[in-house]
């Protein structure tokens, strides 16, 4: 059996890795791949928190996320504003 900190974090793995593998696979429908993109596990082992680490990205990569971001926050102003 895992130690008593790895018991308590499993939510948290599990957590982790979905979410970076829905970033990947977001990022990948637009054509934009974040070859660094991990979870820090070594971190997480040490302290319980799990963190995603974006890691390097051409800054052409980077410019795609920035649009994407930047297109979805524009339709959700529409949309909280009714039109």
Do not use: N
Request: proline share 1%; hydrophobic share 45%.
């Amino acid at each position: 059996m895992g130690s008593a900190l790895s018991r308590a974090t499993a939510d948290q793995r599990r957590e982790a890795a979905l979410v970076a593998d829905d970033l990947a696979a977001v990022l990948a429908l637009r054509g934009v791949e974040l070859p660094s993109l991990e979870v820090d596990w070594d971190f997480g082992r040490r302290t319980g928190c799990y963190l995603i680490s974006l890691g390097a990205a051409r800054a052409c990569e980077v410019e795609r996320i920035v649009e994407l971001l930047r297109k979805g926050l524009h339709f959700e102003r529409l949309t909280d504003d009714g039109g």
